[in-house]
Nanobody, 124 residues
């Protein structure tokens, strides 16, 4: 079965940076659209970024555009999320998702597989 394991979360001060990683197994990674979503307490899971199979198309949520960068290494079956200029409102559990559709703003039901999530906390 598909396994997605996120890492790299933690506590950081506002203005700082973190890089999340998601190691995938049990799927043909190079053929899979990959995405990052996040969920803050009391809120719905929301789209952050998505990356096409080749990495050539990378839509972002408006709230993170210019600060976050999604990338992938198909040789390592890993997708990354580089997060810079972090804000307290970025605090959430971040989830990696696989086998999705590539649109400008995908929704959680558009993805078939999910990781367990990694906590990102940004202090002010």
């Amino acid at each position: 079965q598909v396994q997605l394991v996120e890492s790299g979360g933690g506590l950081v001060q506002a203005g700082g940076s973190l890089r999340l990683s998601c190691a995938a197994s049990g799927l043909t990674f190079r053929n899979s659209v990959m995405g990052w979503f996040r969920q803050a307490p009391g809120k719905e899971r929301e789209f952050v970024a998505v990356i096409s199979e080749s990495g050539g198309f990378t839509p972002y949520a408006d709230s993170v555009k210019g600060r976050f960068t999604i990338s992938r290494d198909n040789a390592k079956n890993t997708v990354y999320l580089q997060m810079n200029s972090l804000k307290p409102e970025d605090t959430a559990v971040y989830y990696c998702a696989a086998d999705g559709v590539i649109t400008s703003s995908p929704r959680p039901p558009d993805f078939d597989s999910w990781g367990q999530g990694t906590q990102v906390t940004v202090s002010s």
